[in-house]
């Protein structure tokens, strides 16, 4: 399987504090996306970083990549109990078109 | 972001019986839409890529003759679970790719839940 793998599986952190997500994936990419998924719903695209960039941000998202290590970190700054979701990376293989491989996915829980 | 829709957001249906999802882009035109099955507390699998026009593009283990695609219009796409049983209950969601604009993005529909009695 292709498939990337996220740690921790699930995080539980209070409100205000940071919360940092971890992905490694095997093949390499042309690109890795984040994407947020609330309970039940589709998903939301975060963030894309391209194979030859090393970090880049969006709001209270900074996300990094090595693709020397095949990983990828997200960390969200300032967390609020809206930020609850579940957060899956997913990586655009390089000869594989457009298709996202999705990542095993982080259970983010931000409490009050 | 783009608008896209599915129908039905969830259905139960009997054993045997085979249901019919739809896939709209509601802002612009796709030329290619993909795919994904979802299991309870788990991460998106693609099932396939359907391209409008043509025969849809299977993932390894994907039975076609089981999930009919059909992308019949730029701004539609069917996946139909034929002869439906309890272990096809899924969130089947589905996504779409811009046909033009940027190729990196793909825009996700709400998902429909499917479960067979």
């Known amino acids: 399987s292709q498939q990337g793998e996220e740690d921790p599986q699930a995080l539980s952190i209070q409100e205000g504090e940071n919360a940092t997500m971890n992905c490694s994936y095997k093949?390499?990419?042309?690109?890795l996306q984040w994407y947020r998924q609330n309970s039940g719903r589709g998903l939301v695209h975060l963030i894309l970083?391209?194979?030859?960039?090393r970090e880049k941000h969006s709001g209270r998202l900074r996300v990094t990549l090595d693709t020397s290590k095949k990983s990828s970190s997200l960390l969200i700054t300032a967390s609020r109990a809206a930020d609850t979701a579940s957060y899956f990376c997913?990586?655009?293989?390089?000869?594989?078109?457009?298709?996202?491989?999705f990542g095993t996915g982080t259970q983010l829980k931000v409490e009050l | 972001g783009a608008v896209v829709s599915q129908h039905p957001s969830w259905v139960i249906c009997k054993s045997g019986t085979s249901v019919k999802i739809e896939c709209r882009s509601l802002?612009?035109?796709?030329?290619?839409m993909f795919w994904y099955r979802q299991f309870p507390k788990q991460s998106l699998m693609l099932m396939a890529t359907?391209?409008?026009?043509?025969?849809?593009?299977?993932e390894q283990g994907v039975e076609k003759d089981k999930f009919l695609i059909n992308h019949a219009s730029l701004t539609l796409s069917t996946l139909t679970v034929t002869s439906a049983h309890p272990e096809d209950s899924s969130f089947y969601i589905c996504?779409?790719?811009?046909?033009?604009?940027?190729?990196?993005?793909?825009?996700f529909g709400p998902g429909t839940r499917l479960t067979v009695l």
């Open positions: 997913a990586t655009v293989w390089a000869g594989g078109g457009n298709k996202l491989t």
């Open positions: 802002d612009f035109q796709a030329t290619t």
């Open positions: 093949t390499s990419i042309n690109n």
């Open positions: 359907s391209n409008e026009g043509s025969k849809a593009t299977y």
């Open positions: 970083i391209r194979s030859n960039e």
């Open positions: 996504s779409v790719e811009r046909a033009s604009g940027r190729p990196d993005t793909q825009y």
